[in-house]
């Protein structure tokens, strides 16, 4: 059960980075491949202030908790969308695309070399280890580099009911009941509801936020650069202020994608924000439609199940030998993609949104 809670966990994750990527590259029409690193940013930020504001003495990792993380993931986001827009957002087409992948690919190196230290705190006490008492030194722990950070386990956000039957292990398997374990099969499922409902609440005030930013002003100064930027500007546009706008709101929702990830991980690594995972993310985005949101959805799904999904195909028989599929799940995930790009070479939405289709179920209006 918890392997396919994780993946509908990730689907909700991957559908806000695509949801913000949009905003970039299908709403203003710029190539943006540096989203990994706001991911990265995003991540660290939390998880950071998620370990050095916990106190093991003091246990009860809240909500407010999470808030806080992510309220730092999201200014740390902004304030780097802001130093690296103001000067590659005045490139266009190829140059803003390396630009932009140089940025991923630093952000990466720096989080791969970068040490964070931290006091050591006693965990009945809750003060601070003393190394060596003679001269009252605390001891220090040296944390990062390639190995990445680990939250506390009560940041995971499983944790947030603080029921103490969280760790207890189910005997049998799903469909094999008995009276004795159903109890706690209730308060386990419970937990993985709740883990996977607060996800995907803030993929819906996501897609919220930024359909309705699509349908405002702002909205449709963006699909007037993304037409041709010399007309948007004739019409009084200032192609740098909406292209920076742009960015940082893009930013903004990959830092809450990052503070969910190291919540939900609770352990980030240099190797989760590759180019690989930009790649992901474009994908999503131009399958889904450029400057659809409503496909950028639809393509997080498909697109992060379908790997999975391909973990369970049968073996074929093949004389005394047989085929297994399952092995050959990239090559079958590649074929499907070049599939589905050469059929809905638009992407699945096209420009359109679920609200651009007529009801077929409402009455003509005589």
């Not at 390639?146 to 499983?158: F, H, K, N, S, Y």
Request: hydrophobic share 50%; net charge negative.
């Amino acid at each position: 059960m918890d392997y396919w809670v994780e993946i509908i966990n990730l689907i909700g994750i991957y559908a806000i980075l695509a949801l913000s990527l949009n905003v970039i590259c299908g709403m203003t029409g710029q190539l943006h491949l540096g989203h990994a690193g706001f991911f990265a940013i995003g991540a660290y930020a939390s998880g950071l202030v998620s370990i050095y504001i916990y106190n093991p003495a003091m246990p009860g990792y809240s909500y407010m908790t999470f808030i806080y993380c992510t309220l730092a993931a999201i200014i740390a986001c902004t304030i780097a969308a802001i130093i690296i827009g103001l000067p590659c957002l005045r490139l266009g087409g190829d140059y803003l695309a390396i630009a932009t992948l140089g940025f991923g690919e630093i952000v990466r190196m720096v989080f791969q070399n970068l040490e964070f230290t931290k006091t050591v705190i006693d965990e009945e006490t809750g003060n601070p280890v003393i190394a060596d008492p003679s001269t009252g030194a605390v001891e220090i722990e040296t944390f990062g580099g390639a190995t990445g950070i680990e939250l506390p386990e009560e940041a995971d956000l499983v944790h947030y009911m603080d029921d103490p039957t969280y760790d207890i292990e189910i005997e049998g398997s799903w469909y094999s009941w008995s009276l004795e374990n159903f109890e706690n099969f209730q308060s386990t499922a419970k937990f993985f509801v709740v883990n996977t409902w607060f996800i995907w609440l803030f993929v819906l005030i996501t897609f919220v936020l930024l359909y309705n930013m699509k349908k405002s002003a702002m909205g449709r100064a963006f699909l007037a650069i993304r037409t041709d930027e010399i007309a948007a500007k004739s019409m009084g546009i200032h192609l740098p202020r909406y292209k920076l706008a742009s960015f940082i709101i893009a930013a903004v929702f990959a830092g809450l994608a990052g503070s969910l990830y190291a919540h939900m991980q609770t352990m980030v690594a240099p190797t989760d924000f590759t180019l690989l995972h930009t790649i992901t993310m474009l994908l999503i985005v131009v399958l889904g439609g450029l400057g659809s949101l409503t496909g950028s959805l639809i393509a997080a799904v498909i697109l992060v199940s379908m790997p999975y999904l391909l973990s369970f195909l049968p073996n074929i028989p093949l004389g005394n030998h047989s085929i297994s599929l399952a092995e050959k799940k990239e090559l079958i995930f590649a074929i499907l993609l070049i599939l589905l790009i050469r059929f809905v070479p638009n992407g699945i939405m096209g420009l359109k949104e679920f609200t651009d289709f007529k009801n077929p179920f409402r009455k003509k209006s005589s």
